[in-house]
C-alpha cells in the first residue's frame, strides 16, 4: 500500500495546480504554491488519492519533508503499472509486488530528497539518489528530460515543474521500478538458467507453490550437480523427499549458518513418524554440507527465504554420512573404517541390521575414555586393541531407531555386539555400561535415513578391560 500511496502522491503533485484569476476591481490575490494533497485534489486523481489514503501517515511524511523532487506517473501509468503485474487494483498490486515493503521500496524509488527544477538539470545523464536508496538515471536533451529505472526501463516528463510547498514534481508517462528481491525462494530457481532441472523437478512434486510461501532456505544444485546422480531408478516420492532434504525452515543467511546439525523438511520412512532427517553443515573457508556439497554462490535473498547454490546434490545421509560429515567424530570414523564396519552401518534402513541407533562418542569423549586410564595412553593404543570391533558394534543397537522419546528409565537393549547396555533417566540421560561405567547422552536425534544419532560423553564397553 505505500507503493500505492506514492504513485498516488506522486500523481497527485505532478498534475495539480491552483490558479487565481484577475479581478478588474480588486488588486489580484496572493498566489498560493499547493501542497501535495491540495494539488492532487486539484487534479482529480481518484485512485491515487485512496491510495495514499490506504497508507496511514504517508501523505504526512511526505508533506513534512523539507525538499523533495517527486517523478509522479500519470493515471495512465498507474493503471499501465497494473496491467504489467497482472493486478486488477491497489490491493493486487501490493501482492504482486511482494507486499508493503516492496510497494514502499518502489515509491520511494520515484522520490529525490532535494529541490530540482528541469531547468536546474545538467545538459545529459546524471544519476540521483531516492528515497529509495537507490539512484535513478535522469537525462536532459535540450528541453526533454527523460528518467530510466534500474531495468533499464524510460519514462518521459510529459509535464515538468509543477511547483509544491516543499519542492517540485514532474509528471512521467510510466512507472519506474528499482531493483527488488525475488518475490519468493521459487522465482530465483525460476530465474536461474544454471537450475533447469531443479526448477522442473520443483514443479513436478508441486514444491514451487510450496516455496512461494512460508518461509525457507534452499541449497540449490545446479544442473551440473544433478549430471553426476542418477535418479532414474528412484519414485516420485523419493526424488521429492531428496528435494526437500534441500529446504531448511527459515531464512538463514550465510553469515547466520555456524557448523552443526540442521534439520530439513525430508523425512525417514523406517519408524512411521516420519522424523526430520539431518543435514551436517560445516562451515569453514567454505559452507560445506554432508562433506560435499559446497555453497558456491550464497545469499540469494527472496522476500521469504534465502537461496544458496550448492555444486553437488545433497542426497539423503545414513549415519556413516552423518558422522563422516562432522571433524568432532574423527576418532570414531577413523576406527570405523579400520574395523570395516562402515558398509554394515551404512545397510538401507529397509534391510536388517538396520535402521540403527549409535551411541557416538566425538573426539572430547575419546579424550575422555584415555584419561580414566583404562590401560589406554594413546588413541593408537585404543585402535591396536583386538577388542576394537567388540567396543564400535557395542555403541550401536541393531534394527530400531530408539528416539530420547522412545527412552525409559531402565531400559536394557542389546547391542549389535551382544551385551546389553542400561539407559536411565533420573537426573539426565545416562548409559552404563557392562563395566558399570556411567556416562552422559549429550546430544540426542540426530536423524539419518537409516536410523539416528545419540552423542555421548565417554567411550562405553561391552567387558571389563
Sequence with gaps: ????????????????????????NNPPPVQQTPDLVEAANSAGLTTLLDAVGAVPGLDQTLLGANEITVFAPTNQAFGDALAAFGANDLNELVEALGGVGQLETVLGFHVVPSVAFSTDLSEGAQEVPTLSGQ?????????????????????????????IENGVVHVIDAVLLPELPPVNTFSIIEASPDHTILEQLLVDAGFDEVLAGGEFTVFAPTDAAFGNIDTSGLTQEQVANILLNHVVNGNILSTDLSSGYVKTNATETYSGDANNIDIYIN???????????????????????????????????????????????????????????????????STAPAPFTIFAPNDDAFGNFLAEN????????????????????????????????????????????????????????????QDGRVVNIVATDVTASNGVIHVIDNVILPVDL
Design 374 to 433: 583404562n590401560g589406554f595412553d594413546t588413541l593408537q593404543q585404543v585402535l591396536d586393541t583386538p577388542l576394537l570391533s567388540d567396543i564400535l558394534t557395542y555403541h550401536v543397537l541393531p534394527e530400531a531407531a530408539v528416539r530420547e522419546g522412545d527412552i525409559t528409565d531402565g531400559i536394557s537393549p542389546a547391542t549389535v555386539q551382544g551385551a546389553t547396555l542400561t539407559i536411565n533417566t533420573a537426573g539426565g540421560v545416562t548409559i552404563t555400561d
Design 135 to 163: 539512484n535513478l538515471t535522469v537525462t536532459r536533451t535540450g528541453s526533454s528530460v527523460t528518467v530510466t529505472d534500474a531495468a533499464g526501463n524510460t519514462a518521459n516528463v510529459v509535464t515538468p515543474d509543477v511547483e
Design 1 to 24: 500500500m505505500k507503493l500505492l500511496s506514492k504513485f498516488m502522491l506522486v500523481a497527485i503533485l505532478a498534475i495539480g495546480f491552483v490558479s487565481c484569476s484577475d479581478d478588474d
Design 283 to 349: 562451515v569453514g573457508t567454505d559452507v560445506v554440507i554432508n562433506g560435499n556439497a559446497t555453497v558456491t554462490v550464497p545469499d540469494l535473498e527472496s522476500l521469504n527465504g534465502t537461496v544458496h547454490v550448492v555444486n553437488e546434490v545433497i542426497t539423503l545421509p545414513n549415519v556413516v554420512d552423518l558422522a563422516a560429515a562432522n571433524p568432532m567424530f574423527g576418532n570414531l570414523a577413523t576406527a570405523l573404517t579400520q574395523e570395516g564396519l562402515l558398509g554394515t552401518l551404512s545397510t538401507d534402513a
